[in-house]
Each structure stands twice: as C-alpha cells, then as structure tokens.
C-alpha cells in the first residue's frame, strides 16, 4: 500500500433501504386515501384505515436511515464578476443564485477553522454543513461577493498570498479591505507568499533547500495575514491546488491544514493535508450539478493507490494513463462511476470485496486532472463523491506553465 488513511465502516451503512420505499407506499396510499377521502361525501368511512396509515408510518419512520453527519462539503470560488478570465469567475447573479439555494435549503453556513476543529476533535457537525471559501482575495470578493454574504450574515474564507495586497496591485482587495471582512465574519487564510508553483524546485536546488524555501513561502505569508488581520488559522490552500507527499509531509509537519482542488465532502477521516472542496468558477457554476455537489457525501475510502512511479498524484511525461486502484470500506454492491477530466466516463474493473481498479482510456493532458468518482447513497439524490488528482510533467519532463 503507498498510502492510505483509514476510517471506520459508516454506522449507516448497515441500515435497510426498504425503509425509505415503504414509506413512500404508505404516502402514496395515505395521499391516495385523503384523496379519496376528500372526493367521498362519506369521508367517515376513510377515517379510521388513515389513522392506521398514518400510525404505520409513524412506526416505519423511526427506523428509517437516520440522517447522515459528520461532515463538511466546502465551496471554492475565485472571482465573482463578469469582467474577468471565465474558467475563474462565476457571476454576481450565478454566485446570488447559490447562495439563495442555501438558505432556501436551509444550509448552515459554518465558520471553516471551526468546522475543520469540530471534524478532528469528533465533536458532531450535523448535515448540510457547508464552508465557503474564495481563493487569490480578487477585489470582487469585497466589492461583490461580501455583501451577499452579509446580507445572508455568513462567514466565509478568503485565501490570500500577501504579495498582491502589499504590492497594492489593482484587482485585488487591499488589506483594508480584509480588515473590514474579518471583523465582519471573514478568515483570512493562507495562500502561501507569492502565489509559486509548490511542485517545481529552483534549477540545482537541493530537497532540503526546496523544503526551505516552501516553509518560508508559507511562515512569512502567516505572519503578514496575522501583522495586517491579527488572525492566524494554520489553514492553507495549495496554488492550483498542487502537492504531492514531500509536501503534504511538510504541511503536517508546521502544523497546518491545506486543501487541495480535487472535488468531495469531508470528514474526520479525510487527509487534512490535501482536503477537497468543490471549484465552483466557469463550467462548474450550473446550479443542477451545484445542488448534487452540496448534497454530497465523502466516500468511504480506506485506500487510494496510484501505479505512479512517485507514488503519488505527479506523474512523469511518459505516465500517461495511470491507474488508481480505490480499496473502499463499502465491499457491499455498489455501481462505481468514474470520469476523467476531458474523456467523460472511463472504465472502473470490480475487483471485489470492495476494491476497484480505475483508468482512463486516453493519456491524460499535460498538467493538472482529475478522476472523479461517485456511487449512490442510500439517501436519494445523494452521492458518495471522491476525486483524484494528477498532475503530469511536460516533455522532457518538466512541470508545464499552466
Ligand atoms: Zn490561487
């Protein structure tokens, strides 16, 4: 096994699915029954076999699979605007809409330090917990997103590199601005200093030197958030969202919790070096696969083993179509659907007992993708959701500028 992170078998998983269908008979007669009922000038006949009915499913209801908890599903935005890069941005009116979806919802809107301390110290989050977080701290998110977001009175992150904000570079929020936002419900979180490409190391850099220069990147970029906003959460977000286990050792070893971009829920169990939250910006703003996104739930997955040579999610040029072999807890029959970046669905080989070979047909592109997979819960319309990421050299292999 190159990695693996374990949890315990969900407490749900044992509970029947055909509490839910007989529930919704017995609706269906009670619906049919009322409607009789209210049809019928003789309504006394129909009361008593509706009192039974609804005694029933009284009874029925009590053991119906109780609603899942314990875990988080975090948003991640970039700008909210019109006026910049599209596979960035979601507009002011899309950004609104899901917002309102959350409230309409009833969502609760969680403080993420908070949430993320609650998950680790198994103190109970309940379900439909989200966080939202906005990475780069664009100008937009102050003058857009913020007062959505006070109007609904939310917290929410904003991931910052202080180089930007010290440089005052016009698009981005000034640390006024920041300072305004944290005393109203805002984290300012980590970034790393000057936005770099975590993975590629300095032409004749060593690995400790390389090792340095990240713990600098991240320290300093701690210290200017805490001088400007007197907060220091030890929370990071990977540049475009790299790492591999160099540096999520690192991150765990300065005592941090960094996020990844690969898509999923969270819970207890998850790496707290390389957490998923969802990219929401250009093609992933449509609000029909934004409702099953937050609907989501994390996969049990006891291990995730990648066939590359570095053992991890960064493959070589000539690693083109790697496998990853998932090893879930859930060993039940289950319909495992996978799809990589650019080539929709890609075969998954059932290997029993709970393990499942995955791999993409085609080579994968140089530079950053993803599997995602997904199999039905036993609640409708949610999904256990897990994704990996892949990050391939260029030729001669080298890390592409994109
Ligand atoms: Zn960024």
């Known amino acids: 096994m190159k990695w693996h992170f374990s949890r315990p078998a969900n407490p749900n998983h044992g509970i029947t699915p055909m509490a839910p269908l007989l529930i919704t008979v017995l609706s269906s007669w009670l619906w049919a029954t009322t ?48 006026s910049t890069p599209a596979s960035t941005s979601i507009t002011p009116e899309q950004f609104a809409a899901h917002m309102r979806w959350l409230a309409d919802n009833e969502y609760t809107v969680a403080n993420l330090p908070e949430a993320l301390r609650k998950l680790r110290n ?91 220069r990240l713990t600098r990147e991240i320290v300093v970029a701690e210290e200017r958030i805490h001088d400007e906003t007197k907060q220091t959460h030890r929370i990071l977000a990977y540049p475009y969202g790299e790492s591999d286990i160099a540096i999520r050792e690192l991150i765990a070893d300065l005592g941090f919790i960094a996020f990844g971009q690969q898509s999923g829920a969270i819970d207890a169990d998850s790496d707290f070096s390389d957490l998923p939250r969802f990219p929401l910006s250009g093609p992933y703003s449509a609000m029909d696969s934004f409702q099953t996104k937050m609907k989501s739930l994390p996969m049990p997955v006891f291990s995730a083993t990648p066939d590359s040579a570095a053992l991890d999610g960064t493959l070589t040029y000539a690693e083109t179509r790697p496998a990853l072999t998932l090893q879930l807890h859930d060993s039940s029959q289950l319909v495992l659907n996978c799809f990589a970046s650019g080539q929709g669905a890609i075969p998954v080989i059932d290997q029993d007992n709970g393990r499942y070979l995955i791999r993409a047909p085609e080579s994968l592109p140089v530079g950053r993708s993803r599997y995602n997979c997904t199999y039905a819960s036993e609640w409708p319309g949610r999904y256990y959701w897990y994704s990996y990421a892949w990050v391939r050299r260029d030729e001669g292999d080298v890390w592409s500028h994109n």
């Open 35 to 82: 409607k009789m009922t209210v049809l019928s000038d003789q309504s006394q006949i129909f009361l008593p076999p509706l009192a039974i009915v609804a005694l029933l499913a009284l009874a029925v209801g009590t053991s119906v699979a109780e609603t899942p908890s314990n875990h988080l599903v975090v948003l991640q935005y970039h700008h909210v605007s019109t």
């Open 122 to 212: 198994g103190e109970p989050l309940t379900d439909k917990t989200v966080a939202i977080t906005f990475d780069d701290g664009y100008k937009d998110n102050y003058s857009t997103a913020y007062p959505i977001l006070r109007k609904h009175g939310w917290p929410f992150t904003v991931f910052v590199n202080p180089e930007p904000h010290d440089q005052k570079l016009a698009g981005w929020a000034s640390w006024k601005e920041l300072r305004e936002m944290a005393k109203n419900g805002a984290s300012i979180a980590n970034h790393t200093t000057s936005h770099l490409f975590m993975l590629r190391r300095l032409p004749e850099e060593t690995v400790v030197e390389w090792r340095t």
